[in-house]
């Protein structure tokens, strides 16, 4: 069974991603131990302001890193625009 504090986890960063007008359906989001993985594909929604979607997610990335509970993140994705 998957740990509370895990699920937690996830789901905070699944709101940070969305929030930021990342798309991460095309990609895999789970917390395991405290670490956090992102694998597969993500792409910036319609309208979003900012100009390099992998410079986003590395700042969305250095943002979970400081939440309770996460005690590293590990990214591995394809950026499309």
């Known amino acids: 069974m998957a740990d509370p504090k895990d699920v937690g986890v996830t789901r905070?960063?699944?709101?940070?991603?969305?929030?930021?007008?990342?798309?991460i359906t095309r990609a895999d989001l789970r917390c395991l131990h405290g670490v956090l993985y992102l694998r597969g594909v993500v792409s910036a929604y319609r309208g979003s302001e900012f100009s390099d979607l992998?410079?986003?997610?590395?700042?969305?990335?250095?943002?979970?890193?400081?939440?309770p509970g996460v005690r590293d993140v590990s990214i591995d994705v394809i950026c499309r625009t």
């Open 54 to 67: 992998k410079e986003e997610v590395e700042r969305i990335a250095r943002l979970l890193r400081q939440q």
């Open 12 to 23: 905070n960063a699944r709101k940070y991603f969305t929030k930021h007008h990342i798309d």
